[in-house]
């Protein structure tokens, strides 16, 4: 009698996978939306990086799903609340869309030569593919509470429910959804994350430097943005950054008609950035400070070329200098 209510029931789970519909419109929006980094591992359009390729795989939604769910290597394991089961059945819609590769693609970030111990654990276990080689996110949470190791584990290995309340002790909003799941003990062993740790420390912690623009708003000779700055660490506990420099890139073929806000130099062409730059200097900005500027420009800018920056800051230092930077995401449209 158990044999078959266990044959029944892994026979409805069968069957609602098999019964959800998948919209592969919606499947391309979730994997090049902002809700999902899985395209930092498995490849832009799926063609495969340091995880596999998934295009053209013609995997079933249940086979699918039980790969996230409950991955077989390295990968983190990721629950209901952040990937439901339609969406399995859109992104598997998506991917089934897609020409099969012959050769998976390149990893997002190759470990450089000579790199030291915990960058290289970083990279081969995928934190660096989504964090970046020098962890510029991780180390900011590190840097704004003055993380120990203990905290920094419990982020990665329950990282679902720890990451939420990190993020309201910093008192944050939390994004979409928390995109990265549960790491395994059994798969990332504590002496490979201390490593991490240790180097990522060593690189030097982060200060918090949480910018925002807002949408543009009409003015009578353009188009007005408001840009926040904000160090998003804790008081008594993280770091104090100094010295930065707030950079503005203006889309091209768009002049600045006005700025304000302490420090402002004005405008100046950045041959890097093949664009015009308008920049503020900050002496120092402490933990829960706050600096507002405004920018108008003589046209607001476009999905292709919108008004976007970094804001800068030499201390902390980082040891792969001269400077730190955290970027200014585009304005919203």
Same mark, same amino acid.
């Given at each position: 009698?158990?044999?078959?209510?266990?044959?029944?029931?892994?026979?409805?789970?069968?069957?609602?996978?098999?019964?959800?519909?998948?919209?592969?419109?919606?499947?391309?929006?979730?994997?090049?939306?902002?809700?999902?980094?899985?395209?930092?591992?498995?490849?832009?359009?799926?063609?495969?990086?340091?995880?596999?390729?998934?295009?053209?795989?013609?995997?079933?939604?249940?086979?699918?799903?039980?790969?996230?769910?409950?991955?077989?290597?390295?990968?983190?394991?990721?629950?209901?609340?952040?990937?439901?089961?339609?969406?399995?059945?859109?992104?598997?819609a998506y991917f089934d869309g897609l020409p099969a590769v012959k050769t998976p693609g390149k990893w997002r970030f190759?470990?450089?030569?000579?790199?030291?111990?915990?960058?290289?654990?970083?990279?081969?276990?995928?934190?660096?593919?989504?964090?970046?080689?020098?962890?510029?996110?991780?180390?900011?949470?590190?840097?704004?509470?003055?993380?120990?190791?203990?905290?920094?584990?419990?982020?990665?290995?329950?990282?679902?429910?720890?990451?939420?309340?990190?993020?309201?002790?910093?008192?944050?909003?939390?994004?979409?959804?928390?995109?990265?799941?549960?790491?395994?003990?059994?798969?990332?062993?504590?002496?490979?994350?201390?490593?991490?740790?240790?180097?990522?420390?060593?690189?030097?912690?982060?200060?918090?430097?949480?910018?925002?623009?807002?949408?543009?708003?009409?003015?009578?000779?353009?188009?007005?943005?408001?840009?926040?700055?904000?160090?998003?660490?804790?008081?008594?506990?993280?770091?104090?950054?100094?010295?930065?420099?707030?950079?503005?890139?203006?889309?091209?073929?768009?002049?600045?008609?006005?700025?304000t806000g302490e420090g402002y130099k004005g405008v100046h062409m950045d041959e890097k950035e093949k664009a015009n730059?308008?920049?503020?200097?900050?002496?120092?900005?402490?933990?829960?400070?706050?600096?507002?500027?405004?920018?108008?420009?003589? #046209?607001?800018?476009?999905?292709?070329?919108?008004?976007?920056?970094?804001?800068?800051?030499? #201390?902390?230092?980082?040891?792969?200098?001269?400077?730190?930077?955290?970027?200014?995401?585009?304005?919203?449209?």
């Amino acid at each position: 009698m158990k044999s078959i209510v266990l044959a029944l029931i892994a026979l409805a789970s069968t069957a609602s996978f098999a019964a959800a519909q998948g919209d592969a419109n919606a499947g391309k929006a979730l994997w090049e939306g902002p809700a999902l980094f899985c395209r930092n591992c498995h490849g832009t359009s799926g063609e495969g990086a340091f995880g596999p390729d998934l295009a053209g795989r013609k995997l079933s939604v249940a086979h699918f799903a039980h790969a996230v769910r409950k991955p077989w290597g390295i990968m983190p394991g990721y629950v209901e609340s952040q990937i439901s089961d339609k969406e399995f059945a859109d992104l598997v819609a998506y991917f089934d869309g897609l020409p099969a590769v012959k050769t998976p693609g390149k990893w997002r970030f190759e470990v450089p030569a000579g790199a030291p111990r915990g960058q290289l654990v970083s990279l081969n276990s995928g934190c660096g593919q989504c964090h970046g080689p020098i962890l510029n996110g991780p180390r900011s949470h590190i840097g704004a509470v003055n993380m120990d190791f203990g905290n920094f584990r419990n982020l990665v290995y329950n990282h679902v429910s720890g990451q939420t309340q990190h993020v309201a002790r910093l008192g944050e909003k939390m994004p979409i959804r928390v995109r990265m799941g549960n790491y395994s003990p059994t798969r990332m062993w504590d002496y490979q994350l201390e490593e991490i740790f240790n180097w990522a420390r060593d690189l030097g912690p982060r200060a918090r430097i949480v910018s925002r623009l807002s949408a543009g708003t009409a003015a009578a000779n353009g188009v007005t943005y408001a840009l926040s700055v904000e160090n998003g660490a804790l008081p008594g506990l993280g770091r104090t950054a100094e010295d930065l420099t707030i950079r503005l890139i203006v889309p091209n073929g768009i002049n600045v008609v006005a700025a304000t806000g302490e420090g402002y130099k004005g405008v100046h062409m950045d041959e890097k950035e093949k664009a015009n730059v308008a920049e503020w200097a900050l002496p120092r900005i402490a933990p829960k400070d706050k600096q507002a500027y405004t920018i108008t420009l003589s #046209k607001a800018g476009t999905a292709a070329d919108n008004l976007r920056g970094q804001v800068r800051w030499t #201390k902390p230092t980082v040891k792969t200098g001269p400077f730190d930077q955290a970027n200014i995401a585009p304005a919203p449209l």
